[in-house]
């Protein structure tokens, strides 16, 4: 036993000597280096985010509400003695896969817009791959089509291009040439009644607009913590993002569903591209150097679904995060190239949309706070200055809750989440910019309509946990939760920053994502 002891003590001692020799030479320079850099990322997010919030005051103080920026006059009633021919034709597309839980969600609301029926054509773009999902669309398409709509139900051979492919398909057919103006709803997507009658004004009225984009609202944000971390996030970039972009620029990324588009400016601008998981922002970035401009509308709003599950979150989020660093790589020079705009909205649309949002946020959350922190834990020679470490960060959270008021006690948690999935949203982004091997995967996001709520109540659902080992279990969470507990348990025993406190937690959160316990477990 003494012998074991022994060596046992041997190798700790060769190992601490080791580390001892390698630090000051090699290991101390190159974490001061990436302090650094990790500063200067959240410097440049911090100036981002502060631009933001007082462009978004003075908007919202001095600024007239698009309605009185732009020409705006309200739709006539359509009656029987001057009929529907002041009414543009409209294209209502609506592109689904396998969508069996919420397909007739965004059918019903496509068919109930208040907009003569002579003048709407809806257009079901399935590509569903299972025949009973199929047929049970078709299904839906036809009773509409038996009272009186013009619905279409459209399929294709292969799913090619994915969304974009089934897009730009559906433009093609003949019994759309007439429309000028094509509005796009996802499956789970249910638009208000009177949606055309506000939107279609500004596209009527001022030639040089090419795209109105409403506001998303969740349905299912209460559902489980993992929606509301969701509604957060998303509420930030709609109220804040979306608003400067449009009031400062007339720019924004099309948010793919929810938006109503000028078919003229979709045809000028290339039409829609699959060379990219993210075809809305490809045909907005597009749109906008040919000199188009977009018009965001905060008031109008469209209910839509959150994934309530961390699998589904977790590949839309790889897409939203891989599609637009895909898509800088491929536009930056055509940008810069360009002569249309004028260089402060290149400016804007590479640094500030593209670099800053869509690059710098994921790294820097993800670098410093998990990884670049806690190492100088284990190294004490560098240090992290405290405004850098806790001042500036609380200021940039403290702007992104401005969004939704009502989760600001659930700011220190959502901070956490966000740490965890800036692993996912960074690999997604490296992954992007160098076109690496699932830069084009597009798995659809899956939605739950009333799965949950439709369950026999009278009996107690017992939640399936699944295996002890399979796609709940997520080993590179838990492989970050088992590194930060070490340089958590080494400040605790040697350190004297105290950060500890921070790390530990970071640690339950990565814990508990890596074993899958966020967000709505379905039921088997």
């Known amino acids: 036993m003494s012998t074991v002891q022994a060596t046992a003590a041997d190798i700790a001692g060769q190992i601490g000597m080791m580390w001892e020799v390698l630090k000051a030479p090699l290991l101390v320079p190159l974490l001061k280096s990436a302090v650094y850099i990790c500063i200067a990322m959240e410097l440049m997010l911090f100036v981002e985010r502060l631009y933001m919030g007082i462009v978004i005051v003075l908007v919202k103080i001095f600024m007239k509400k698009p309605d009185k920026r732009y020409k705006w006059i309200p739709?006539?009633?359509?009656?029987?003695?001057?009929?529907s021919a002041d009414f543009p034709k409209v294209l209502v597309q609506i592109p689904m896969f396998n969508e069996k839980e919420v397909y007739k969600i965004s059918i019903g609301a496509a068919c109930n817009l208040s907009w003569p029926s002579d003048r709407l054509v809806i257009q079901v773009l399935d590509d569903s791959t299972d025949p009973i999902v199929k047929d049970m669309v078709e299904t839906e398409c036809l009773r509409w089509e038996s009272k009186g709509l013009n619905i279409t139900?459209?399929?294709?051979?292969?799913?090619?291009?994915y969304k974009a492919g089934a897009l730009k398909e559906g433009l093609?057919?003949?019994?759309?040439?007439?429309c000028e103006y094509v509005v796009i709803f996802d499956a789970d997507f249910r638009p208000e009644q009177d949606f055309l009658r506000r939107s279609i004004p500004f596209l009527i009225h001022n030639p040089e607009i090419a795209l109105v984009q409403g506001r998303w609202r969740f349905v299912n944000s209460n559902e489980c913590l993992l929606t509301r971390m969701q509604e957060m996030s998303l509420d930030y970039h709609f109220t804040v993002e979306q608003e400067v972009g449009s009031s400062t620029h007339a720019f924004f990324g099309f948010n793919g569903t929810g938006g109503i588009w000028r078919i003229a400016a979709i045809e000028e601008a290339g039409g829609w591209k699959d060379r990219t998981t993210v075809e809305d922002m490809d045909l907005a970035v597009r749109a906008s150097l040919k000199?188009?401009?977009f018009v965001y509308l905060g008031d109008l709003q469209v209910k839509s679904e959150l994934p309530s599950t961390f699998k589904a979150f977790r590949f839309q989020q790889h897409r939203w995060s891989c599609g637009p660093a895909n898509l800088f790589r491929k536009m930056v020079m055509e940008i810069v190239r360009n002569k249309r705009v004028n260089f402060w909205k290149k400016f804007y649309v590479i640094y500030s949309f593209f670099f800053v949002r869509k690059i710098i946020a994921h790294m820097v959350t993800f670098f410093f706070f998990c990884v670049v922190l806690p190492l100088t834990l284990l190294v004490p020679e560098v240090e992290v200055p405290i405004w850098a470490a806790i001042y500036i960060p609380c200021i940039i959270t403290t702007l992104n809750s401005v969004g939704t008021p009502r989760s600001i006690h659930l700011l220190f948690y959502w901070i956490l989440f966000e740490n965890v999935m800036a692993y996912h949203r960074t690999k997604a982004t490296f992954i992007g910019l160098l076109e690496a091997k699932r830069a084009n995967e597009w798995v659809v996001t899956e939605k739950l309509g009333d799965t949950l709520k439709n369950k026999d109540k009278s009996k107690p659902v017992k939640k399936s946990r699944g295996p002890l080992f399979g796609d709940r279990i997520l080993p590179q969470e838990l492989g970050f939760a088992a590194f930060l507990f070490f340089c958590g348990l080494y400040d605790v025993l040697y350190g004297k920053r105290q950060y500890f406190v921070y790390v530990f937690l970071q640690v339950i959160t990565f814990t508990i994502a890596g074993f899958g316990y966020i967000g709505t477990i379905v039921p088997s």
Request: glycine share 14%; aromatic share 10%; proline share 0%.
């Open 172 to 178: 093609k057919h003949n019994y759309v040439k007439d």
């Open 153 to 161: 139900y459209q399929i294709r051979e292969t799913r090619g291009g």
């Open 291 to 293: 000199g188009w401009k």
């Open 75 to 83: 739709m006539a009633d359509d009656d029987l003695e001057i009929g």
